[in-house]
């Protein structure tokens, strides 16, 4: 489905700022999810040696985790990106009963 194409309405002054504020919270928002996975990392890895695992195993227990919540929300985001909803057929629809024997 194409994107209908819209006139822009910003004043012709504000369109460079608009531009630039943008582009400083896509930084932001990059450096602060760089910042959050690595302290996610840091604790996962003093919790898994703090119950156990050393070595290799410590070392990759965060990353498995961490994994799953990158995962979950490139999911959401392609989700919104082409309009599924819970009431269509779609992949992301069928991944919680996947593994349901009701069906």
Same mark, same amino acid.
């Given at each position: 489905?194409?994107?209908?194409? !819209?006139?822009?309405?910003? !004043?012709?002054?504000?369109?460079? *700022? $608009?531009?630039?504020?943008?582009?400083?919270?896509?930084?932001? @928002?990059?450096?602060?999810?760089?910042?959050?996975?690595?302290?996610?990392?840091?604790? /996962?890895? $003093?919790? @898994?040696?703090?119950?156990?695992? !050393?070595?290799?195993? @410590? $070392?990759?227990? *965060?990353?498995?985790? $961490?994994?799953?919540?990158?995962?979950?929300?490139?999911? /959401?985001?392609?989700?919104?990106?082409?309009?599924?909803?819970?009431?269509?057929?779609?992949?992301?629809?069928?991944? *919680?009963? @996947?593994?349901?024997?009701?069906?």
């Amino acid at each position: 489905m194409p994107m209908k194409a !819209h006139s822009d309405s910003r !004043h012709p002054y504000l369109r460079i *700022p $608009d531009v630039i504020a943008i582009n400083v919270i896509a930084v932001i @928002a990059a450096i602060a999810a760089v910042v959050a996975m690595t302290e996610s990392y840091t604790n /996962l890895l $003093d919790f @898994a040696e703090n119950f156990g695992l !050393h070595g290799w195993r @410590a $070392d990759i227990a *965060p990353a498995a985790i $961490d994994s799953f919540i990158v995962m979950g929300e490139l999911l /959401l985001f392609t989700a919104m990106i082409r309009g599924w909803t819970s009431g269509r057929s779609s992949t992301a629809g069928r991944w *919680p009963s @996947a593994g349901s024997s009701s069906r």
